[in-house]
């Protein structure tokens, strides 16, 4: 559940099973660990645990699972379901080329009051065909997200409409499902401010905000908890600092051992520091991040970035994106038969920054504000050691290990 928090009965009538089965157990050990509602839908025959954090990670999301791999879901695509679901609410079935339309007059207004974002799949006279293409890929992306959750269905594989421009096909929704999509109360029953987004996630989880200085002590405890718990299972690694609630709850002995615990139930290994908590998944059962065991070239670059990192006079220093890329502008062309798709012009650049998304992501580093300005290692680094074998022939593609505390390795 806390890789993917909605399953049906048709991804996995095993697993179903078991959370109808266990529901009582399984919601009272959220309810108490980190505060989390888990609910068994058993006529709809689906199960979802509703994941609300005051402070959600911006660099996660759903991930998209296409033909050609997984990609996590971008924030257009989060908006083009949402109003995708709008629009299957008040007809359940509808075909691609209605409903593209019908999300296209949806932002038509409201976009130029930049409440939603522009939305063009289909290019006018003196657009960009690339604008246009992506909002299409956006746009199926979207149902093939709501797709993997089993809220809608369709005639025809959504992945032939990347081949085919023409296809069109009939999207049928299930009502009930889409109802159970609702993670909070309506935002137009609270009292927000539609045009301040940066509000709205604290108002959508007024119950996990500061308690006043008179509240009873196990009021106090049970925030605590809830924090820290949330931090341990939710992220790849926490700074446990005193100053802090999360960082108290686990500066405890008490505290430890219970997030110790809590960790080794959800198939997760902590690796404690004075200074820093690293948090695994080696099953891979709770997490879609595969750093550092994939193979692809973002990771290769990731890894040469953590190596440069690491073997700097001052680990903990702050770096940009020039220092990221003069480094991987030097492996480039002492490789240039490795990562090929880099090779060109600004090629570096791209790799550096997808690179530093991978760090992110493992918790190695963290943006240092403004978003996008910088990053600042974290006390991750020094559990890290890389090493890079060169290759022995243009033909072959450098071998890069990645060592964390000496137990994960990474051969390629």
């Not at 049906?8 to 399984?26: M, T, W």
């Not at 990192?309 to 001052?314: H, S, T």
Request: glycine content about 6%; charged content about 25%.
């Amino acid at each position: 559940m806390l890789r993917q928090q909605i399953h049906s009965v048709e991804d996995d009538p095993e697993l179903f099973g078991l959370a109808a089965a266990h529901q009582r157990e399984v919601a009272a050990w959220f309810d108490h660990t980190v505060g989390w509602r888990f609910e068994v839908y058993r006529s709809e025959g689906l199960c979802r645990l509703y994941k609300r954090r005051a402070d959600p990670p911006s660099d996660r999301g759903p991930v998209v699972r296409r033909k050609s791999g997984e990609v996590p879901a971008s924030p257009l695509v989060l908006v083009l379901a949402s109003l995708i679901c709008e629009q299957l609410w008040r007809s359940t079935q509808a075909t691609f080329n209605d409903l593209q339309r019908a999300v296209v007059q949806a932002c038509g207004t409201e976009a130029e009051l930049g409440r939603l974002p522009r939305f063009r799949p289909v290019a006018d006279a003196g657009e960009k065909q690339a604008t246009a293409g992506a909002h299409r890929r956006a746009f199926i992306d979207a149902l093939l997200l709501l797709e993997s959750w089993r809220v809608i269905a369709s005639d025809v594989a959504l992945d032939q409409l990347e081949q085919d421009q023409g296809l069109d096909l009939v999207i049928t929704a299930r009502r009930e499902r889409l109802a159970l999509l609702t993670a909070s109360v309506a935002p137009s029953l609270l009292d927000i401010d539609i045009d301040r987004p940066d509000t709205h996630a604290a108002a959508l989880c007024a119950d996990q905000q500061d308690l006043p200085e008179d509240a009873p002590v196990k009021a106090q405890e049970r925030r605590r908890r809830h924090l820290a718990m949330r931090a341990v299972l939710d992220d790849p690694g926490v700074v446990p600092d005193p100053a802090t609630e999360a960082g108290k709850y686990l500066s405890s002995y008490t505290g430890r051992e219970r997030a110790l615990n809590a960790a080794a139930a959800a198939g997760l290994v902590c690796t404690v520091r004075r200074d820093w908590w690293s948090v695994s998944d080696p099953n891979g059962r709770s997490t879609d991040l595969t750093f550092p065991a994939g193979r692809s070239l973002e990771q290769h670059g990731a890894l040469l970035l953590l190596d440069a990192i690491v073997g700097r006079n001052e680990p903990m220093d702050w770096f940009g994106i020039e220092w990221a890329s003069s480094q991987l502008r030097r492996e480039l062309a002492e490789r240039p038969w490795w990562a090929r798709r880099y090779q060109g012009p600004g090629g570096e650049r791209s790799l550096a920054e997808a690179g530093i998304q991978q760090l992110l992501s493992a918790g190695i580093v963290s943006a240092d504000p403004p978003p996008g300005s910088g990053w600042r290692p974290t006390p991750a680094v020094h559990l890290w050691q890389v090493r890079v074998s060169h290759a022995t022939s243009a033909a072959k593609a450098a071998t890069l290990s990645g060592v964390t505390d000496g137990r994960e390795s990474l051969d390629d």
